[in-house]
Protein backbone atom coordinates (compact mmCIF):
# COMPACT_ATOMS: atom_id res chain seq x y z
CA UNK A 1 0.00 0.00 0.00
CA UNK A 2 1.71 2.93 -1.14
CA UNK A 3 0.65 6.26 1.11
CA UNK A 4 0.82 10.02 -0.31
CA UNK A 5 2.09 12.45 2.14
CA UNK A 6 0.96 16.09 2.87
CA UNK A 7 4.11 16.88 0.01
CA UNK A 8 2.55 14.57 -2.48
CA UNK A 9 5.45 12.04 -2.58
CA UNK A 10 4.81 8.65 -2.23
CA UNK A 11 5.60 6.87 0.60
CA UNK A 12 6.48 3.11 1.34
CA UNK A 13 4.34 2.78 4.31
CA UNK A 14 2.82 -1.05 4.58
CA UNK A 15 5.55 -2.05 2.11
CA UNK A 16 8.66 -3.44 2.29
CA UNK A 17 11.31 -2.80 -0.52
CA UNK A 18 12.30 -6.08 -1.99
CA UNK A 19 15.72 -5.48 -2.56
CA UNK A 20 18.96 -3.84 -0.09
CA UNK A 21 19.30 -1.26 -2.98
CA UNK A 22 15.96 0.25 -2.45
CA UNK A 23 16.25 0.66 0.67
CA UNK A 24 20.10 1.75 0.32
CA UNK A 25 18.55 4.21 -1.59
CA UNK A 26 15.82 5.33 1.16
CA UNK A 27 18.38 5.84 3.80
CA UNK A 28 20.79 7.66 1.39
CA UNK A 29 17.44 9.96 0.73
CA UNK A 30 16.86 10.45 4.64
CA UNK A 31 20.55 11.81 4.73
CA UNK A 32 19.91 14.58 2.23
CA UNK A 33 16.69 15.44 4.13
CA UNK A 34 18.97 15.86 7.40
CA UNK A 35 21.44 17.81 5.43
CA UNK A 36 18.84 20.25 4.78
CA UNK A 37 18.21 20.57 8.33
CA UNK A 38 14.59 18.39 8.66
CA UNK A 39 14.24 16.48 11.71
CA UNK A 40 13.85 12.98 11.82
CA UNK A 41 10.34 12.74 12.85
CA UNK A 42 9.80 15.22 9.78
CA UNK A 43 11.82 12.80 7.48
CA UNK A 44 9.76 9.59 8.66
CA UNK A 45 6.64 11.61 7.39
CA UNK A 46 7.77 12.68 3.97
CA UNK A 47 9.27 8.89 3.47
CA UNK A 48 6.75 6.90 5.22
CA UNK A 49 8.74 5.00 7.60
CA UNK A 50 8.67 4.88 11.51
CA UNK A 51 10.57 7.57 13.37
CA UNK A 52 12.57 4.80 14.91
CA UNK A 53 14.18 4.02 12.13
CA UNK A 54 14.86 7.57 11.14
CA UNK A 55 16.16 8.34 14.76
CA UNK A 56 18.58 5.53 14.04
CA UNK A 57 19.15 6.35 10.45
CA UNK A 58 19.92 9.95 11.89
CA UNK A 59 22.58 9.11 14.50
CA UNK A 60 24.40 6.91 12.34
CA UNK A 61 24.44 9.75 9.29
CA UNK A 62 25.52 12.26 12.21
CA UNK A 63 28.33 9.94 13.29
CA UNK A 64 29.92 8.49 9.83
CA UNK A 65 27.84 10.53 6.81
CA UNK A 66 26.41 8.88 4.09
CA UNK A 67 28.85 6.23 4.53
CA UNK A 68 27.15 4.84 7.63
CA UNK A 69 23.89 4.56 5.84
CA UNK A 70 25.14 2.44 3.08
CA UNK A 71 23.62 -0.95 3.18
CA UNK A 72 25.67 -3.54 5.19
CA UNK A 73 27.26 -6.82 3.89
CA UNK A 74 24.38 -9.75 3.43
CA UNK A 75 23.78 -10.81 6.37
CA UNK A 76 23.71 -14.28 8.27
CA UNK A 77 25.79 -16.93 6.75
CA UNK A 78 26.81 -17.16 3.29
CA UNK A 79 25.87 -19.86 1.20
CA UNK A 80 27.57 -22.61 0.35
CA UNK A 81 26.32 -22.84 -3.00
CA UNK A 82 27.20 -20.12 -5.78
CA UNK A 83 23.96 -18.94 -8.21
CA UNK A 84 26.22 -20.87 -10.64
CA UNK A 85 26.07 -24.09 -8.77
CA UNK A 86 22.40 -23.44 -7.94
CA UNK A 87 22.01 -23.90 -11.92
CA UNK A 88 24.22 -26.72 -12.42
CA UNK A 89 22.17 -28.62 -9.73
CA UNK A 90 18.76 -27.44 -11.43
CA UNK A 91 20.19 -29.02 -14.60
CA UNK A 92 20.98 -32.59 -12.94
CA UNK A 93 17.44 -32.59 -11.14
CA UNK A 94 15.95 -31.69 -14.87
CA UNK A 95 17.39 -35.19 -16.65
CA UNK A 96 15.57 -37.17 -13.95
CA UNK A 97 16.02 -39.34 -11.28
CA UNK A 98 16.62 -42.47 -13.87
CA UNK A 99 19.67 -41.10 -15.05
CA UNK A 100 21.36 -40.51 -12.08
CA UNK A 101 20.85 -44.26 -11.30
CA UNK A 102 17.37 -44.40 -9.44
CA UNK A 103 14.57 -47.28 -10.42
CA UNK A 104 11.34 -44.63 -10.44
CA UNK A 105 10.83 -41.52 -11.38
CA UNK A 106 10.11 -40.10 -8.51
CA UNK A 107 12.52 -36.95 -6.79
CA UNK A 108 12.71 -37.77 -2.85
CA UNK A 109 14.73 -34.92 -0.34
CA UNK A 110 17.02 -37.85 -0.07
CA UNK A 111 17.50 -37.94 -3.68
CA UNK A 112 18.21 -34.19 -4.37
CA UNK A 113 20.29 -33.96 -1.52
CA UNK A 114 22.55 -36.95 -3.04
CA UNK A 115 22.22 -34.95 -6.53
CA UNK A 116 23.77 -31.66 -4.74
CA UNK A 117 26.34 -33.77 -3.13
CA UNK A 118 27.51 -35.15 -6.21
CA UNK A 119 27.68 -32.18 -8.55
CA UNK A 120 29.04 -29.72 -6.24
CA UNK A 121 30.34 -31.61 -3.49
CA UNK A 122 28.43 -29.81 -1.07
CA UNK A 123 25.96 -31.73 1.75
CA UNK A 124 23.05 -30.39 2.96
CA UNK A 125 20.25 -31.43 5.34
CA UNK A 126 16.70 -33.11 4.42
CA UNK A 127 14.83 -29.73 5.54
CA UNK A 128 17.44 -27.50 3.82
CA UNK A 129 17.33 -29.53 0.64
CA UNK A 130 13.39 -28.38 0.70
CA UNK A 131 14.56 -24.85 0.99
CA UNK A 132 16.65 -24.88 -1.81
CA UNK A 133 14.32 -26.33 -3.92
CA UNK A 134 11.53 -23.70 -3.34
CA UNK A 135 14.62 -21.52 -4.04
CA UNK A 136 14.95 -22.94 -7.71
CA UNK A 137 11.10 -22.98 -7.69
CA UNK A 138 10.14 -25.96 -7.35
CA UNK A 139 6.88 -27.82 -5.84
CA UNK A 140 6.20 -30.25 -4.24
CA UNK A 141 3.93 -32.59 -6.11
CA UNK A 142 2.22 -36.02 -5.01
CA UNK A 143 2.56 -38.73 -8.15
CA UNK A 144 -0.78 -40.34 -9.02
CA UNK A 145 -1.18 -44.04 -7.76
CA UNK A 146 -2.08 -45.96 -10.48
CA UNK A 147 -1.66 -49.71 -10.01
CA UNK A 148 0.67 -51.57 -12.09
CA UNK A 149 -2.19 -53.91 -13.60
CA UNK A 150 -4.39 -51.29 -14.36
CA UNK A 151 -6.56 -52.49 -17.41
CA UNK A 152 -7.98 -49.30 -19.25
CA UNK A 153 -10.48 -50.78 -21.54
CA UNK A 154 -12.01 -52.92 -18.84
CA UNK A 155 -12.43 -49.85 -17.13
CA UNK A 156 -14.09 -47.98 -19.77
CA UNK A 157 -16.14 -51.05 -20.69
CA UNK A 158 -17.36 -51.08 -17.01
CA UNK A 159 -18.46 -47.47 -17.10
CA UNK A 160 -20.37 -47.52 -20.26
CA UNK A 161 -22.46 -51.01 -19.54
CA UNK A 162 -22.25 -51.83 -15.93
CA UNK A 163 -22.20 -48.14 -13.97
CA UNK A 164 -25.62 -46.78 -15.58
CA UNK A 165 -27.57 -49.64 -14.27
CA UNK A 166 -25.83 -49.09 -10.56
CA UNK A 167 -26.59 -44.97 -10.97
CA UNK A 168 -30.19 -45.62 -11.72
CA UNK A 169 -30.65 -47.98 -8.58
CA UNK A 170 -32.48 -50.88 -7.92
CA UNK A 171 -35.54 -51.94 -10.84
CA UNK A 172 -38.49 -50.49 -9.32
CA UNK A 173 -38.01 -48.07 -6.47
CA UNK A 174 -38.83 -44.46 -6.49
CA UNK A 175 -36.95 -41.66 -5.34
CA UNK A 176 -38.00 -40.80 -1.94
CA UNK A 177 -39.38 -38.36 0.58
CA UNK A 178 -38.14 -36.39 3.15
CA UNK A 179 -41.22 -35.96 4.83
CA UNK A 180 -41.68 -37.15 8.04
CA UNK A 181 -45.55 -37.55 7.33
CA UNK A 182 -47.12 -39.82 5.64
CA UNK A 183 -48.54 -39.87 2.08
CA UNK A 184 -52.21 -38.82 2.07
CA UNK A 185 -54.18 -41.73 -0.36
CA UNK A 186 -55.20 -40.86 -3.29
Known amino acids: ?20 KALEERRLQAARLFAKGLQPAEVARQLGVSRQSTSVWFRAWEAEGNQGLKRAERAGRPPLLTEK ?16 GWSTELWTLERVADVIAMETGVRYSIGH ?26 IRDWVREEWPAIK ?6 EPGSSSRTRREPR
Do not use: T, Y
Open 1 to 20: MNIRSGNGKLGMRGRRPADR
Open 85 to 100: ELRQVERALLKGPRAH
Open 129 to 154: VWRILRRLRWSWQKPARRAMERDEQA
Open 168 to 173: RGPVGS
